[in-house]
């Protein structure tokens, strides 16, 4: 009997078929969610990835613009440095003294000479000062006589006087119409 006890503890089948079911159904679950997941992921990749591409479409056409930039102001740097050998410029400030409206000055800077001269303007005899004033200016118009000469008057400046402002004025009109290479810039029509 101890023999047929054994053998039917020996003989108890455990029927796991149904485990293996549940199983395998579990793993298929897993399988399936990770690869929704994945296809998440590399939609999310792909969203990404179209989204740096566009990026560097934007990057390369501002790259482009800021070379066409780059070129168009270094021409314009040429021109500018090459137009500087054929043009040359003169600026005019006549500014007066707060304390004392007597004390003017003919400031002029020549481009080319650097320093700026001054010409002394006292009261109402300003003769000399303007007749050296003219002189100088007509020297330095004469040096460039095969080029323009640009000559510029402190426009809407508060700091000139109206009789030197007209003085310095006619002065440059006289010049402007004797010499052709003059060119006046500003607007000194309503002053003569």
């Known amino acids: 009997m101890n023999r047929n006890r054994r053998n039917s503890r020996s003989d108890i089948i455990i029927d796991l078929t149904s485990l293996l079911d549940v199983i395998f159904i579990i793993l298929l679950v897993v399988l399936c969610s990770q690869q929704a997941s994945a296809s998440e992921q590399e939609d999310s990749y792909s969203g990404r990835l179209k989204v740096l591409e566009q990026a560097e479409k934007e990057a390369d056409e501002a790259k482009k613009e800021?070379?066409?930039?780059?070129?168009?102001?270094?021409?314009?740097?040429?021109?500018?440095?090459?137009?500087?050998k054929y043009v040359f410029a003169v600026s005019i400030a006549v500014p007066y003294d707060d304390a004392d409206v007597t004390k003017r000055e003919i400031k002029l800077l020549r481009e080319g000479e650097g320093e700026i001269e001054t010409y002394?303007?006292?009261?109402?005899?300003?003769?000399?000062?303007?007749?050296?004033?003219t002189s100088d200016l007509e020297r330095y118009i004469t040096k460039y006589e095969d080029s323009p000469v640009i000559i510029s008057l402190n426009d809407d400046d508060e700091r000139i006087l109206y009789r030197d402002e007209a003085a310095v004025s006619s002065i440059l009109f006289e010049l402007s119409g004797r010499y052709d290479n003059v060119y006046i810039k500003g607007n000194l029509g309503d002053i003569s």
């Open 120 to 133: 002394e303007l006292r009261g109402y005899d300003t003769a000399a000062a303007m007749e050296e004033f």
């Open 66 to 84: 800021a070379d066409t930039a780059r070129d168009v102001y270094n021409d314009a740097a040429d021109t500018n440095t090459g137009l500087g």
